[in-house]
Every structure is written in structure tokens, then in C-alpha cells.
T-cell receptor
Framework: KQEVTQIPAALSVPEGENLVLNCSFTDSAIYNLQWFRQDPGKGLTSLLLIQSSQREQTSGRLNASLDKSSGRSTLYIAASQPGDSATYLCAAHNNNDMRFGAGTRLTVKP | GAVVSQHPSRVICKSGTSVKIECRSLDFQATTMFWYRQFPKQSLMLMATSNEGSKATYEQGVEKDKFLINHASLTLSTLTVTSAHPEDSSFYIC???????????FGSGTQLSVL
């Protein structure tokens, strides 16, 4: 059974800093790995999707990497802004099953 | 921790039939539930948000008459795909949130294949 862990659980940084969020998974036989953000009162917003054959994906200030062999993914946020404050979740998609990490609550202080 | 149970995990059906997917919160009262779907090689997309006792709010492009969502109790929400067609084949997943909490708990998903 896949287990997904996210570290840290919470992170507070000053505006402008670059930061890295970590996601680890126990079963490397994944179809894909996704990163989401969750804003208060809302559902998930998909940020980046990395297929199992890919090693990274980029969108604007976000870059996500995937290392299946080590069971790790990272989400890099460059030049953080207060609007980036949210909870970030990763999810590993295996056969008929998607497992989410518990999330990292990010606060970017002005 | 809180658990959300989603059933079935996999369903194969013939075109034209209806399929019901259940999402249950096992140890908390889920005042809000979200339904998502993911097509192959695409990102997970929100379909609808349902609050217990109210009509679901559907995202743009999601047909409410085709994807019937019922959230009649604080522990159960159902998604019924009516008159399913092969293009409805997708991975469906629910998430639930309790009153006053921002934390989401997820079902493990349902893989729907329509022949």
C-alpha cells in the first residue's frame, strides 16, 4: 500500500525567498505524481503533473522534480509571494489508487 | 486520523448504464465534499463541491444532469454517472472536510471503464 509523506508540515518564510517542499512515497510503481495547492474553503487546484517517465515539470515560478528510484519529489517555489500562502499537497497515482500526503502549510510573510 | 472510504475502487460497465460511486467519512462529519476526475495523462480536476443538505455546485463544463451528486447525510456523498459513455471513462476521487476544518481527507479513488 502506497504511503505518501510530506515534509515539513508547516513552513513560514519571508517574501522573496526561494523554498523547497518535499514529498516521499514508498511505492515507486507510480503512473504519475501531482502537486496541488489548497486554499481555505476551496478544493484542490492542480499545479503540476509529472508523468512516471518524466523527471521534472515547470510552470512559472514552480518547478517539480521526480525521482522514482528514491521515491521522492520536490516542489521548488522561486521568489515566493504572500499569494503563495496555502497548503500544498502531493499525490502519487498507482494502479487504481491515488494517495495524498498530509500537506505542507506555507505562509509567506510580506 | 480521519478516514474517507470510497467504493468501488474499480468498475467496468456497458455504455448506457448508470454507475454510482460512494464516498463515506468514517469517523467525522463531512460538511463539505469535493468530487474530482482525472483523465489519462491529465491533471486531477474538480468537478463539483457539495455541502450537506444543499445542491452541489458544479464547475464549468461539468454536466449536472449527467453527474448526479447527492450529499444527503454528513457521512455520505454519492456521485452517479448516468448513461455512461466511453468518454466518461476516468479516475474519480472524492475528498471531504469537516465543519470548521480546512484539512481535506481523500478517498482512494474509483477507476471507471465504460465499454
Amino acid at each position: 500500500k502506497q504511503e505518501v509523506t510530506q515534509i515539513p508540515a508547516a513552513l513560514s518564510v519571508p517574501e522573496g525567498e526561494n523554498l523547497v517542499l518535499n514529498c516521499s512515497f514508498t511505492d515507486s510503481a507510480i503512473y504519475n505524481l501531482q502537486w496541488f495547492r489548497q486554499d481555505p474553503g476551496k478544493g484542490l487546484t492542480s499545479l503540476l503533473l509529472i508523468q512516471s517517465s518524466q523527471r521534472e515539470q515547470t510552470s512559472g515560478r514552480l518547478n517539480a522534480s521526480l525521482d522514482k528510484s528514491s521515491g521522492r519529489s520536490t516542489l521548488y517555489i522561486a521568489a515566493s509571494q504572500p499569494g503563495d500562502s496555502a497548503t500544498y499537497l502531493c499525490a502519487a497515482h498507482n494502479n487504481n489508487d491515488m494517495r495524498f500526503g498530509a500537506g505542507t502549510r506555507l505562509t509567506v510573510k510580506p | 486520523g480521519a478516514v474517507v472510504s470510497q467504493h468501488p475502487s474499480r468498475v467496468i460497465c456497458k455504455s448506457g448504464t448508470s454507475v454510482k460511486i460512494e464516498c463515506r467519512s468514517l469517523d467525522f462529519q463531512a460538511t463539505t465534499m469535493f468530487w474530482y476526475r482525472q483523465f489519462p495523462k491529465q491533471s486531477l480536476m474538480l468537478m463539483a463541491t457539495s455541502n450537506e443538505g444543499s445542491k452541489a455546485t458544479y464547475e464549468q463544463g461539468v454536466e449536472k444532469d449527467k453527474f448526479l451528486i447527492n450529499h444527503a447525510s454528513l457521512t455520505l456523498s454519492t456521485l452517479t454517472v448516468t448513461s455512461a459513455h466511453p468518454e466518461d471513462s476516468s479516475f474519480y476521487i472524492c475528498s471531504a472536510r469537516g465543519s470548521g476544518s480546512e484539512k481535506l481527507f481523500f478517498g482512494s479513488g474509483t477507476q471507471l471503464s465504460v465499454l
